[in-house]
């Protein structure tokens, strides 16, 4: 059995997701690698960050996996939750 080369899957804006496995095509030279999922390893992702894939080529040009670069983003935080207006006893209730 071969021994898997393991690739890096992005989503499609090119966000690193988790690793994965490819194998060698059983009787090509080439490695069979995933959709949108690239040979280069990501940098340390610090905390409070993400690693995006940005390749000149499309996800389904043959190099894809390999002509890029890893870009370190900050993960933007929430939307801040609008305040709930408060209520004011109208004046039948008075």
Do not use: K
């Not at 890096?8 to 030279?29: I, K, S």
């Not at 894809?64 to 709930?84: F, L, M, N, R, S």
């Amino acid at each position: 059995m071969t021994t898997p080369t393991i690739c890096y899957q992005t989503d499609d804006a090119g966000r690193y997701l988790h690793e994965v496995e490819a194998y060698p095509f059983p009787m090509e030279d080439r490695l069979n690698v995933p959709f949108q999922a690239v040979q280069v390893a990501p940098p340390a992702i610090p905390e409070g960050h993400l690693a995006r894939w940005v390749s000149p080529l499309p996800p389904v040009a043959a190099d894809y996996d390999t002509v890029g670069d890893w870009v370190i983003e900050e993960i933007p935080a929430p939307p801040a939750e609008p305040d709930e207006p408060a209520e004011e006893e109208s004046p039948a209730q008075a």
